[in-house]
């Protein structure tokens, strides 16, 4: 079976067009102030990428983050949708509690993180990147998080291929 690794990346690693669009929107819309908020932020905007963003809701006692958008375009990478559910209830367990501490990575540094999210399996790696970016409705406490991811089906496939192998050798769980 595979394992999920998660990195932090420099935001001087914003390759990607669209990653770096969201991230330059994320700036403008902030403007002076240290953090935007959701009024702030507005779909038509994105229109570009807007198949690959997410709107997270953040909740404090006890922690959480549950999706309040969850793109299209990533929907169909990962064969599921999302809206609505928690970040614990995203498949497997171990990618629910990386991304789960990758959201906590943004509320803690209160800016936004570029995070590499990998799939090894049998020697390959398989990687997507996102760019997490908080926001606020009172300039302090973040309370929803704008993420951009930029994955594909093929990431998801060798996830699924490699199960589908670690349950056929009887190597899973």
């Not at 398989?126 to 302090?140: A, E, F």
Request: hydrophobic share 30%; net charge neutral.
């Amino acid at each position: 079976m595979g394992t999920f690794v998660g990195e932090s990346l420099p935001l001087t690693e914003l390759r990607n067009p669209v990653l770096r669009r969201a991230y330059e929107y994320w700036c403008l819309r902030k403007g002076d102030r240290p953090l935007p908020s959701r009024k702030d932020i507005s779909p038509e905007d994105m229109k570009t990428y807007l198949s690959n963003v997410m709107l997270i809701d953040v909740s404090y006692e006890p922690l959480d983050f549950v999706y309040r958008v969850f793109g299209s375009g990533i929907a169909q990478a990962h064969g599921k949708e999302y809206t609505g559910k928690s970040v614990r209830e995203l498949e497997p367990p171990e990618f629910s509690n990386l991304v789960w501490h990758q959201y906590l990575e943004v509320v803690r540094e209160r800016k936004p993180c570029l995070h590499g999210i990998c799939f090894q399996a049998e020697g390959k790696y398989h990687k997507y990147h996102r760019l997490t970016s908080p926001l606020s409705s009172d300039g302090s406490t973040i309370d929803k998080l704008l993420a951009v991811s930029i994955e594909d089906g093929k990431f998801w496939a060798t996830f699924s291929e490699a199960s589908h192998h670690a349950e056929r050798r009887g190597t899973l769980g």
